[in-house]
């Protein structure tokens, strides 16, 4: 399987600013394919991500529309709505989130804090597909996830 030329770039930019992930462009690309196959217009309603972390949470100023983006999967690396909001992501539409540079960058950021938190990058991957909770020391509570990453790098 081939990394789409359109986004080497993009890949290699976010690797070096970053520093995650070794360096490993394969990693990345596994990554990347596991989490949108490289479909830079990947959207997904989440409604159990809405039902944990939206409802319980009250957020009296934001729009009906904006409560909906928030639980929604975006781009490249489905980048959650809230998560992006607690990352200080302010444009005001969150589908701008499709952009791939912006996707990749905001997504790394969010892997090298994880990182930070877990010490490794299996932990990191684990806790940006599923929260730091259980996902800090092996086994993880999304090994699953790490594992497909991990398989699908190795098709780089």
Known sequence: MRIPERLMPLILDALHDHGILDGSVEMMAGWIYTESAFDQWAVRYEPAFERRYITKKKFPDISGTERKMRCMSWGLLQIMGQVAR????????????????TNIDLAATILKKNYNKTGCWEGALAAYNGGLG????????NQFYVNKVIHNAEMF
Not at 86 to 101: G, N
Not at 134 to 141: I, M
């Open 86 to 101: 607690e990352y200080a992501y302010t444009p005001t539409y969150l589908s701008e989130l499709l952009d791939p540079r």
């Open 134 to 141: 259980g996902n800090r020391k092996p086994p993880y509570r």
